[in-house]
T-cell receptor, first 116, second 114 residues
Framework: DQQVKQNSPSLSVQEGRISILNCDYT??????FLWYKKYPAEGPTFLISISSIKDKNEDGRFTVFLNKSAKHLSLHIVPSQPGDSAVYFC???????????????FGKGTKLSVKP | DGGITQSPKYLFRKEGQNVTLSCEQN?????MYWYRQDPGQGLRLIYY???????QKGDIAEGYSVSREKKESFPLTVTSAQKNPTAFYLC?????????????FGQGTRLTVV
């Protein structure tokens, strides 16, 4: 059973517009959430994170929103640029979760295409 | 420069052979992880180690083995028991237990069974 879900396999956006990537989770023990960006044949690179004590975290063009009651988070990219085209993975972890503290559980990813 | 290094980048294996993927980090991180990526599957956890000389199975450990004899190194062996070994393998590390921080990834190893 998937604990972290990214229900949109792909998203296409025009350059300059907003990209919104969504992620849902099922495990209420998760208390730290991350977004990673990945290009083909490369390792993921960390983008932005948010802890469960916040509902928003912003870093330049990237903002992550967390809705704990809905177990939902989203990544907003404004404005979108062609260089943002990549696969975006949502990940979650729990500081107190049996013996696997710190392990990241990943969603399946959303492929973002930003068209000029 | 601190970082995490995986080698080789590409690896070819004949069916029935064991093969070992290297992962080294100089970030002084306690925790290290191995993930596997298949198309449309995201990243799935194979094994993880929170401390030297200790490691735990992840979600898809069957057909794999690991060791953690040194803090810096966490090699993954893909054995002949792994039914579908062709995949992209990613190693990661983070400071460890009860720390809110991101994991850092290596550049990956593409394993192909021929």
């Amino acid at each position: 059973d998937q604990q972290v879900k990214q229900n949109s396999p792909s998203l296409s956006v025009q350059e300059g517009r907003i990209s919104i990537l969504n992620c849902d989770y099922t495990n209420s023990m998760f208390d730290y959430f991350l977004w990673y960006k990945k290009y083909p044949a490369e390792g993921p690179t960390f983008l932005i994170s948010i802890s469960s004590i916040k509902d928003k975290n912003e870093d330049g063009r990237f903002t992550v929103f967390l809705n704990k009651s809905a177990k939902h988070l989203s990544l907003h990219i404004v404005p979108s640029q062609p260089g943002d085209s990549a696969v975006y993975f949502c990940a979650a972890s729990a500081k107190d979760y049996g013996g696997s503290q710190g392990n990241l559980i990943f969603g399946k990813g959303t492929k973002l295409s930003v068209k000029p | 420069d601190g970082g995490i290094t995986q080698s080789p980048k590409y690896l070819f294996r004949k069916e029935g052979q064991n093969v070992t993927l290297s992962c080294e980090q100089n970030l002084n991180h306690d925790a290290m992880y191995w993930y596997r990526q298949d198309p449309g599957q995201g990243l799935r956890l194979i094994y993880y180690s929170q401390i030297v000389n200790d490691f735990q199975k992840g979600d898809i450990a069957e057909g794999y083995s690991v060791s953690r004899e040194k803090k810096e190194s966490f090699p993954l062996t893909v054995t002949s028991a792994q039914k579908n070994p062709t995949a992209f393998y990613l190693c990661a590390s983070n400071p460890g237990l009860r720390v809110w921080t991101e994991a850092f990834f290596g550049q990956g190893t593409r394993l192909t069974v021929v």
